[in-house]
């Protein structure tokens, strides 16, 4: 079993920067990467940053790409997600997932249907 926890959400004004992260214990060494969703209200879940555990290969959805950064820190077992010139669009709760499959990671990777280990989610909202 893999238990993730996000923090770092909040209150930002447009323009500004917030670092999520998401911290994972049991099971990591199973794990192929960690993915980030958020979700809107009355929107579904929708892929916005992936990190190989193993490599550095990352992957971004294009709404945030050059705006958001996903970065590992192996020692502490911790994925973070940099965001940078938010907009209100970003407004969503985010969640963290962990890819633990080979097909879901290599093949489904932005499917947010194929992830079974979620955390609890940390709110980012917008100020205009």
């Known amino acids: 079993q893999v238990q993730l926890v996000e923090s770092g959400g909040g209150l930002v004004q447009a323009g500004g920067s917030l670092r999520l992260s998401c911290a994972a214990s049991?099971?990591?060494?199973?794990?192929?990467?960690m993915v980030w969703f958020r979700q809107a209200p009355g929107q579904e879940r929708e892929f916005v940053a992936a990190?190989?555990?193993?490599?550095?290969?990352?992957n971004y959805a294009d709404s945030v790409k050059g705006r958001f950064t996903v970065s590992r820190d192996n020692a502490k077992n911790t994925v973070y997600l940099q965001m940078d010139s938010l907009n209100p669009d970003d407004t969503a709760v985010y969640y963290c997932?962990?890819?633990?499959?080979?097909?879901?990671?290599?093949?489904?990777?932005?499917?947010?249907?194929?992830?079974?280990?979620w955390g609890q989610g940390t709110q980012v909202t917008l100020s205009s």
């Open positions: 049991g099971g990591t060494s199973s794990m192929y990467g």
């Open positions: 990190m190989s555990w193993r490599y550095s290969t990352t």
């Open positions: 997932a962990a890819a633990r499959s080979y097909r879901t990671w290599y093949w489904y990777r932005s499917s947010a249907n194929q992830y079974e280990y």
